[in-house]
């Protein structure tokens, strides 16, 4: 059976660092065998099909296989088109009543329990809130992800320890959903 997948790579074509050209990184997917590969703007998305493998060892796949051409390491979290779809349905701020740029979503490798969090103190951050979902962190920040404090927190080793932690801004997280659904 195959499934459509989107790879998350992290870090990527950040300040002229780690520059991996979008048409090399779908060539690279098909070579791993995977169809229908696209791309999504220049930040590190991948759409593809694969009738084999699963979430984890398809990461695993594309990093090694990222390494061994580029030459550098890049955490990739792959995700079906059922959970794209399903962090955006479960969304728990009005996403249609916010500007894309103040709502983003961290996609993290395993499941993440509050007790991660417990050193962040929310209510000296407000207005900017977070809220868990399935393998997700949604993040509320009305002035933007580069202005947020708790957007800091959120990133420091403490909380993302032993994870690969990937955010994206809301539009890229309906893109991709949309995108997956095409199969």
């Known amino acids: 059976m195959t499934t459509t ?10 300040g002229g660092h780690r520059r991996l050209p979008m048409a090399d990184l779908r060539a690279l997917l098909e070579t791993l065998g995977h169809g ?3 791309t999504h703007l ?3 998305q991948a759409v593809f099909s694969a009738d084999h493998g ?14 061994k051409h580029f030459g550098f390491t890049v955490d990739v979290v792959v995700r079906d088109h059922a959970y794209l779809a399903s962090v955006v349905e479960e969304c728990p701020f009005p996403a249609g009543e916010l500007e894309p740029k103040q709502l983003h979503v961290t996609y993290f490798s ?6 991660r969090f417990a050193g ?12 868990l979902g399935d393998r997700a962190l949604y993040l509320y920040a009305p ?14 080793p403490r909380v993302t320890k032993g994870l690969i932690a990937t955010t994206r801004n809301w539009n890229t997280v309906t893109k991709l959903a949309e995108l997956t659904s095409q199969g």
């Open 120 to 131: 962040i103190d929310q209510p000296a951050l407000l207005p900017e809130e977070f809220r």
């Open 42 to 44: 220049q930040s590190g």
């Open 54 to 67: 699963d979430e984890t060892s398809l990461a695993a796949e594309l990093e090694a296989a990222i390494e």
């Open 110 to 115: 395993a499941p993440v329990d509050a007790e």
């Open 5 to 14: 997948y989107a790879a998350l790579l992290r870090g990527i074509n950040v």
């Open 143 to 156: 002035d933007g992800l580069g202005r947020s404090k708790l957007a800091e927190q959120l990133a420091r």
């Open 36 to 38: 229908a590969v696209r």
